[in-house]
Every structure is written in C-alpha cells, then in structure tokens.
C-alpha cells in the first residue's frame, strides 16, 4: 500500500509562489514516476507535470512551461512543485500521484495511488 501525504497549499496572489511537497510511505518510491495533477469544479482532473525515476526526465503541461518546476528526493521518498508567477487560472485542487512505470506520463489512468488533494488558490 502506498499513502501520498501532500501539505503545501494555500492562498497566493497573482504573480506570487507556492511550493507543494508530496511524501511516499512507500519503500519503492525511487522505483517509479510520479506526476502533479490539478482539477477545478466540473472539469476533468488536468495533467500539470510529471518526473521520471531518476529525476532527470521531467514533462509539464503548456499552461505551466516556464513557471513551474517539479523536483524529487529519493533518499527521503519526496517530490515538488515549485510554482512561480502565478495566475488565477491556476486556482484548483492539486494532487500528487505515482505511475505504475519508472518513466514520465501525462495520462491519469496510468498513476494507481494519489494523494489527498490540497486547494491551492490564486487572487487577482
């Protein structure tokens, strides 16, 4: 069983940052990709970015290219989202996510375990 524990989110004004960190209970963290997703209400949950197992291979979404960056740590079973110059359209729900494959992937379907969710909110 693997937990993704995700604190970090929050309320930012435009232009400002936030950086949210997910922690893996899981002994095989290092092992796969994982990935950030976002989801407002009534739309389907959104692909952000994604960084494979050794961390050298990351993916982001073209709303975000630029802005955002997604780090990881496998010595201490944790990964980041650093976000930078952010705009209101970037208000949603953001989840952290593991693959079931050690290399990058934007699709939902392939990440079995997510985490909780945090609201992070961007005022104009």
């Known amino acids: 069983q693997v937990q993704l524990v995700e604190p970090g989110g929050g309320l930012v004004q435009a232009g400002g940052s936030l950086r949210l960190s997910c922690t893996a209970r899981?002994?095989?963290?290092?092992?796969?990709?994982m990935g950030w997703f976002r989801q407002t209400p009534g739309k389907e949950r959104e692909f952000v970015a994604t960084?494979?197992?050794?961390?050298?291979?990351?993916e982001y979404a073209d709303s975000v290219k630029g802005r955002f960056t997604i780090s990881r740590d496998n010595a201490k079973s944790t990964f980041h989202l650093q976000m930078n110059s952010l705009k209101p359209e970037d208000t949603a729900v953001y989840y952290c996510a593991q693959a079931r494959r050690s290399l990058v992937t934007t699709t939902p379907d392939r990440y079995d375990y997510w985490g909780q969710g945090t609201q992070v909110t961007v005022s104009s």
């Open positions: 899981a002994r095989t963290f290092s092992t796969y990709a």
């Open positions: 960084i494979d197992w050794s961390g050298r291979v990351t």
